[in-house]
């Protein structure tokens, strides 16, 4: 890949982000469910796959290998959809791979989908990593930038105009970044002629995390009818033994519908409705939606039906079921409240990792993760470093864990991905998750970026806009970054609702030095306060454990180092909690891929689970720390072994 090439890849790169700004957000992004009016059509599985491996990655364009099938421009092999396609192979250089990958299936489509003119059929991609441009036999449907939400286009016509029934979806992905992406990163070209060969190039990123590519969560056909349910947005309050639910619905493709609206308890009895698009429902006898822990029925969800229907011409009518969970959120200086009760995150920090599979989304990871997190007693987790599948937000919802929701402005470390196309791709960003996310009474906050250089001057600017726009766009939860900067310098810190400091006292700094942490954490957290007034969450702390090494007296990378390591910031959080530390979350639920470098042995191991979710002696020790806490602040629990297997059932 010459340098022309990168800086045409680049090109393409900005000029998908600057197009990506002026089309985001017409349309609405609700999870795609069946209905009596809609039918969902899963064509994930087995995909064919072709790496560009010509020097400037162009190859594909020029060829057009989206015109015909992908078998006759040259080699494929099998792909899996969703995952990472990095691991799949014993290829190094696939794994490893930078620029365009080609992607392709051939899906037979219902005759009645295509032959009824009134039935809109949708193509979606729950995420793909990182640009991804879409063709439907052969014709360009949609493009899209960023790498860890859904993009979808309606392909109706395309369809109805080409070859009927049938369906080649070519999806070409790039995963290469700039200092514009979020992350952002740089291709790097080694011009030491005696050291590298002509072309050759590095791509150099600032976060702690494997670069997984590919298709990573499920891609999707489904139907709505023309005029359509096009999103739904819920806000939820209480007064009393009240719950009230605004609603506000929009409808596309027809001027004339009638909105009805209808809310369902558990056991299906209708509790409240409305006609209209927009509208407040009043529940009496409210259930709220509590946190796993903290209530003996907790993550209570009611259902809510909005049916659409078309006054004129056919009659047609669209049917839409969301699950709604009432509750509120609120921070004071001291305190997060949820429910006007005061919540104290006992959690983890997870990212979507797993052998083979990379970032792909898998339902068996999925769920045995949400076993672990109730077997330790989390009742919380931080979507570190980016946004995750939605799956796993239904899962959260339906089971009572709390979620921080991140963005992907991890690793903004280079003063040049603080300008205005920055800022402007950032904002985008935002609007996306905020659509995406805001019906999830899960997600309690939003987390805009992860340990950005936030004492690098337009920082202040920066992330006023992007804090002030973020509330702008949700003003019923708290808005943050996670800070890792010092706290006289930090430029940011005054415009979060929640301060979230990450810290590694005795292992990045006085490394071996456990006696250390008790003093260092007791001043990181006197300094914040003294000078935010804002309630903190210590968002990151840990060490890495290599599983089944052991010394003592403890020593680094040992399990008996990592449980010391965490007693020792336990003494300070039973201090601070308090007062006014709200919460803590380890870094790391699970050990994960990072690129290669000489700090990490076969990626991070600062789980508490290794990467096959067996526990380390860390995880044991956080389990009696979790259920403790719970016990003293939650409805009071038995300590149980077999809690999480019940409690599932
Ligand atoms: C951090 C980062 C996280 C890293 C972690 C570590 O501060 O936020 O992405 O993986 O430290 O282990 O170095």
Redesign the pocket.
């Known amino acids: 890949m010459g340098s022309s090439g990168a800086e045409r890849a680049a090109e393409r790169l900005l000029l998908a982000a600057l197009c990506s700004v002026c089309q985001a957000l017409q349309d609405g992004m609700l999870f795609p469910t069946e209905s009596p009016s809609r039918e969902v059509k899963d064509v994930s599985g087995l995909w064919i796959f072709r790496a560009d491996e010509s020097p400037e990655r162009s190859r594909g364009f020029e060829q057009q290998w989206y015109k015909s099938p992908l078998a006759e421009t040259g080699p494929v092999i099998d792909m899996p959809v969703p995952s990472s396609y990095n691991d799949i192979t014993q290829d190094a250089q696939i794994r490893d791979f930078i620029g365009w990958v080609w992607y392709e299936k051939d899906v037979w489509v219902p005759a009645r989908w295509i032959q009824d003119r009134g039935t809109r059929i949708v193509l979606r991609v729950g995420s793909a990593h990182y640009y991804s441009v879409l063709w439907v036999n052969g014709v360009k449907v949609t493009e899209h930038v960023g790498g860890h939400l859904p993009f979808e286009a309606d392909i109706s016509g395309v369809l109805r105009q080409t070859s009927g029934n049938q369906c080649r979806i070519t999806i070409a992905v790039n995963n290469t970044l700039t200092l514009e992406t979020l992350p952002p990163g740089t291709i790097q070209y080694m011009t030491d002629r005696s050291r590298y060969p002509a072309g050759y190039f590095v791509q150099n990123t600032n976060?702690?995390?494997f670069n997984y590519a590919g298709i990573h969560r499920p891609v999707l056909l489904y139907t709505t009818p023309k005029a359509h349910i096009d999103d739904i947005t819920v806000e939820t309050t209480f007064s009393d033994n009240i719950g009230l639910v605004s609603f506000n619905v929009s409808v596309l493709g027809s001027s004339k519908a009638a909105v009805k609206v209808t809310l369902s308890a558990q056991d299906g009895r209708c509790v409240a409705s409305a006609d209209g698009s927009r509208g407040v429902l009043k529940v009496t006898d409210v259930n709220l939606w509590w946190p796993y822990l903290m209530h003996e029925n907790p993550a209570y969800l009611y259902s809510m039906e909005v049916s659409v229907h078309r006054t004129s011409e056919d009659g047609q009518t669209d049917v839409y079921t969301l699950p709604v969970g009432i509750r509120t959120v609120k921070v004071t200086s001291t305190q997060f409240l949820i429910n006007n009760k005061p919540f104290y995150f006992h959690g983890v920090n997870k990212h979507e990792d797993a052998d083979i599979r990379g970032k792909g989304f898998d339902w068996p990871l999925v769920v045995k993760d949400f076993n672990l997190m109730k077997w330790m007693g989390a009742n919380s987790f931080r979507t570190?470093?980016y946004p995750y599948a939605e799956e796993i937000l239904q899962m959260a919802d339906r089971h009572g864990i709390v979620i921080i929701d991140e963005c992907p402005g991890?690793g903004i470390k280079d003063i040049r991905s603080f300008g205005n196309v920055s800022l402007a791709h950032h904002l985008t960003f935002m609007e996306e998750l905020v659509r995406r996310d805001k019906n999830h009474p899960s997600v309690v906050m939003w987390s805009v970026a992860?340990?950005p250089a936030s004492e690098m001057p337009p920082a202040g600017f920066y992330f006023k806009e992007l804090v002030s726009h973020t509330r702008s766009l949700d003003s019923s939860r708290p808005v943050t970054y996670?800070t890792?900067s010092n706290y006289a310098r930090d430029l940011g810190a005054p415009y979060v609702d929640v301060i979230c400091v990450?810290s590694?006292f005795s292992w990045?700094q006085d490394p071996g030095h456990t006696e250390l942490i008790g003093l260092q954490l007791n001043t990181q957290f006197d300094n914040w306060y003294g000078k935010y007034q804002k309630p903190i969450i210590q968002s990151?702390y840990?060490a890495d454990a290599v599983p089944g090494l052991h010394s003592d007296p403890p020593m680094m990378f040992t399990e008996e180092y990592q449980k010391t390591v965490l007693q020792n910031y336990h003494n300070v959080f039973d201090q601070k909690r308090k007062e006014f530390v709200i919460g803590e979350l380890i870094?790391?639920f699970a050990d994960f891929m990072t690129s290669q470098s000489i700090i990490r042995v076969v990626g991070?191991k600062?789980g508490i689970f290794t990467r096959q979710r067996q526990p380390k002696a860390g995880a044991f020790l956080l389990r009696e720390r979790y259920w403790r806490i719970a016990n003293e602040t939650g409805v009071g629990f038995t300590y149980l072994g077999h809690f999480c297997c019940t409690s599932l059932i």
């Open positions: 976060f702690d995390f570190s470093h991890v992860n340990e996670i890792a990450n590694y990045y990151e840990g870094w790391n991070n600062k």
